[in-house]
Each structure stands twice: as C-alpha cells, then as structure tokens.
C-alpha cells in the first residue's frame, strides 16, 4: 500500500507520562502541559487517568486537573479508566469518550494490570456495554493490550489475538453495536517491523472495513521502524507521547523507554510528506516544558537533534518532488 | 525486494565513540572495549583514528591500543585516517585496510571536517589511489559523507551525490581500478526512510553490482526506521555502534545522539529473523563496560528494556514461521 496522506495523532503523554512519573507533579503544571499541547495543532490530547488515588496517587487530582485545563476547540479530552466508576467520573466532565472494550491479549500482563484473567475481563464487557449504551455512547472500539508479546508470558501468538477480538466483535454484535475501530498496543515494546506487517494484514482480512489505531512503545528501539512499517501499510492513527514520555508501570522494566515520541513521529511524516497538522517547533516547546516538569531528560530525540527549519525551511519530500 | 538471509555489522563504537568522548578514556579501557567486542561474533571493528593528537587528543595512543588488543581470527580491525601520513600508520599494523575513497557530499561539511571542499578532496584522489597502489591494497571503494542532508547546508540533492560517485569512479577507472562497494553516511542524522529508499534506487541504477554499506546516526530518531527501509530493499551492511555511541564533533549539534545501536540493529535482525552471527547477551556486557568507560548512560534501547531471552527462548521470527 502506499503511505498514507495524513496521519491522525494521539497525544498521550500526559496520561501516560505522569501516571508513571517518579516524581509528584503538582496540578499547575499538569494544566500547564496540557494547554501548551493545546497550540501544537494535536487534535487528541489523553489528559487523565480515572483510576483509584490508592493505586496510582499521581491521578488523585484527575477532575481537578480537568476542570482547570483550557478546553480549546477542535481538540478532544480523552481519559483512561479501568471500572464503570471510573467511566462514570469521565461523564461528569465536557471530554471525549470513546465506546471502546479494552483486554489485553496476555493473560499473565492482564492478572497485573487488572486483576483479572482476560477471560474474566471480557465475560464482563456485557456491563460495559451496558453502561455505554445507558450514556448514549455508541460502543465501537475494541483495545488489545500486549498484542504484540509480553515481558510475563512472552509470544503472543496472532492467532490468539484474532479470536479474542473475534469473541468481543460477537458480544457488540449481540448487543446490536458495530466494531468499526481496534487499537492495538504494544504495551511492552515486543513488535518489529515485519511482525508489524503481519498482525496488520490478519486484522485487515477479518475486519477490513475497521479503522486500526496504533499504540506503540519504544521499550528495545524498533518503535519508529515499526511506525514506518504501519504507515507503508497505510495506517493513519497512531498514539504517542511527547518526548517519549510514558512506559508502563507494570511492565517489568524499569527506566525503560517509554511510546514513541510524538515530535520523532510527526518529523517522520513531515519529511516524507504526510499532512499531521502539527507543528513541530510548539512541539519543541512542550518537550522543554516536560523535561522541567518532570525533572530528567525525556528520551525522544529531535528535542537534541534540533529542527532542520532554519537551515531548510521546506521538508525531504517538498525538496525532492519540486 | 525481500529482506537479506543475512547482514553483516561494521562496529564503529571505539573508533567513533572515543573520537566524540568528552572524558579521557584510559588507554587500557579502550583495549578492553574491543577485547569485549571481540567475543560478540561481530566481523568487524573500527578501532582507532590515525588523526594528528592536537586535533583529536583522545587518539594519540592509537598505535598503542591497535598494539596491545587482541587480534582474534575471523575479526577484520578496521582504523580511520584523514590524510597519506595516517595511511601509512595504518599500514604499520595488522589491521584491514580499505581502498576507499572518502568525500562529502556537502561542501560546507566538508570545509569543516577536512579544511578542504568538494572538489579540492576529489581532485587530490588520484594521490590517494598511488598511495592505496603502491601498499597493494585494491581500491575499490567510495564512501560519501553528508549523503542525506547536512547540518549547515540543509538539502544535498541526490543528482548531485550520484554526480560526485560518478566523478570518483571515472577516477577509479581511468587508473585501472574498479568501484565495487558504495557507503553512504548519513553523518548528521538527516534521512528518512522514503529518502533512503529513492537514494538505493538511484544508486543501484548506476551501479547496479556494487555492494551498498549504510552509516546511519540516530540523531532525530529515524535511524531504525531507516535501517528497516534498507532492510527492505536488500541492503546487507551496516555500520553501527554498541550503545549508540558517536555522532560528529563537527556536527553542530551538541548531546545528539550518535550512530544507531548495533544491539537495537541486531536485536531487530534477530526478531525478523536475519542472521548477524552476532549474540545479543554479549553485545548488552559491551553496553555495560561502554556506559562504565564512558561515564554515562548510552541511548541505545535495548540494554534498559531487556533481552528477550528468558522468556521466549526463540526469535519472532522462529516463533511465527515454526
């Protein structure tokens, strides 16, 4: 397939970064993040997580947090939960919400995660159906955690992953919704390219009219070239972090790398001459920001490498194609 | 075209990793590093630089370290000279010897790096090629710094770097020697993946039997994707260092990050099931005396998010195909 024309980002740094962070990040400057990503053209910004401040004390100001960030227009507000009680704080607030049911493809990585077997999990999507259906919220999305291997279980073969979405696919269908998008996660940075390729071709054969989401980590380095073997595929939505910011707190590995770096990805597309709508050097400027907020170096690289604007104002393709 | 059976990595860490190193490196420590390198399987090791000490201190034991290491068999060591005077060094030890021809595509670059331009470092070849005639030492090879993009000159067209392969191999010719390897460096970190696509393409048209040999750096975070990218177009050879050591002190740049990690490469080949006869377990203890010697962390992904070993005992690749 050829490179898609424009790819969808979805910015989920602060979620993700602050959830895992070390260091206690004090609400203004989560606002204060959040609405510096608001002038970067990102049109999806992952802001919170609604999860037990038991469990994870970064979130605890979680509506706080959301009722203090600029809301600008054009960009959606996403958050994360693990419970119908977490979903039902989400409500409360003017953010998007997706109607998606979310398993992860290990079972060992899912017992950590969420307690629970994947079994158990999607033996009780029927709830959150239903939960999503009294909200009005059309349920269209399914989420594979661990797609592509796991530091616990190791292989996850594609087969497996292809009958677990089969599974919940029949559950929307009995409860009369339609699966129209699958993100899938490489929550511990398991892919490579070719395997990449592969997992994109199973899916597309099953459900060819379903839009895939990428999720993707940069935990062994392959995360960019598995980006590049997505996009030759023409995939056009992809999740990131800025500065890479993220990783997962149950994943085994520390201080290993964390998603992709959003400001690595969009100078990709950039270059090759795919439309993000973002612009890189107010990208720059959230990388900054982050790497003060929370007090290290982040691990995306064109933060360092620096911009080629001021010493070629037009990018690869614009250059090449003339 | 299908992805090689097998690649073949240049380790360029000790040579490229010293040169950059803002520490004194023990002269001990050095032998040590490549006597570590020396049990990974790797082919190939770029050693030292025959460069004058007052330029680049940090090699003015290069003719002590290439004395003291251990010559393993099966291992080619590899120096790097910039003028006749370290050729001769060179050919002071047991060390392999290229006959290439070195220049950079940016004139600017090449301004910075050699005191000379373009032109003035092609027409000096015909010395180089008496100098390389008279050792007995085939010259067969031309390597193209800035191939990509260059930090002070911005875009570098690809007619004109075929244009300047072509002015060197009629040199090559018109003295009774033939271009048989062609080894594009992206010094400063400029390609992308659909840039080193179209660069084989044009390069493979002209010399459709010549041997391509990619130097990638890492420095905006497009390295592995670009590796992927010649992956993909049968590209065999690559230059790479342990941790993602190097970059380019005359690269403007400051803290960028270096050459792509040969751990990362050998970690992607494996998965996708490419042989670099190369053991991963030893490449992390390099990493880990690298990051010692070097007194900082390395970017390079892999030694921070884990070998797969333990829990999957087989490759991606072994798994997928069983």
């Keep these: 397939m050829a490179l898609p024309k ?29 609405n510096t990503i608001n002038e970067t053209g990102i049109s999806s910004i992952e802001t919170v997580s609604f999860v037990s401040p038991k469990w994870v004390p970064s979130m605890a100001d979680a509506d706080e947090v959301l009722a203090k960030i600029e809301k600008k227009s054009g960009v959606e507000y996403r958050t994360v939960y693990l419970n119908i009680k977490g979903l039902e704080r989400a409500l409360n607030h003017q953010v ?18 969420n307690n629970k077997s994947t079994e158990e999990i999607i033996a009780f999507m029927p709830n959150w159906i239903s939960a999503y259906q009294e909200a009005g919220i059309p349920v269209d999305q399914v989420a594979v955690m661990a797609t592509f291997g796991c530091n616990f279980e190791g292989h996850i ?7 677990l979405i089969e599974k919940v696919d029949h559950l929307l269908n009995e409860n009369g919704e339609q699966l129209k998008k699958i993100k899938l996660a490489d929550t511990m940075g398991w892919a490579n390219p070719e395997q990449m390729k592969r997992t994109i071709f199973a899916i ?22 598995n980006a590049y073997s997505a996009l030759q595929e023409g995939v056009s939505h992809f999740e990131s972090a800025i500065g890479g910011l993220g990783g997962c707190p149950f994943a085994k590995v520390k201080g290993a790398p964390g998603n992709i770096s959003t400001e690595d990805l969009v100078f990709m597309c950039d270059e090759m001459g795919i439309e993000t709508g973002v612009d890189l050097a107010k990208l720059l400027e959230c990388v900054k920001l982050a790497e003060g907020i929370f007090g290290h170096d982040l691990p995306g690289h064109l933060h360092r490498g620096g911009l080629f604007r001021e010493i070629r104002p037009k990018t690869w393709a614009e250059m090449a194609n003339h």
């Design 157 to 163: 073969p594609l087969e497996r992953v292809v009958q």
């Design 96 to 113: 998007t919400i997706d109607g998606v049911l979310i398993f992860s493809a290990s079972n060992t990585f899912s017992q950590r995660n």
């Design 6 to 34: 424009k790819v969808t980002i979805y910015e989920v740094g602060p979620r993700e970064g602050i959830q895992i962070a070390s260091n206690p990040i004090k609400t203004e400057d989560k606002v204060a993040f959040i």
């Design 204 to 225: 597309r054969n099953k459900w060819p009219d379903a839009e895939i989401i990428l999720h993707l980590h940069d935990t062994r380095g392959l995360g960019m070239a």
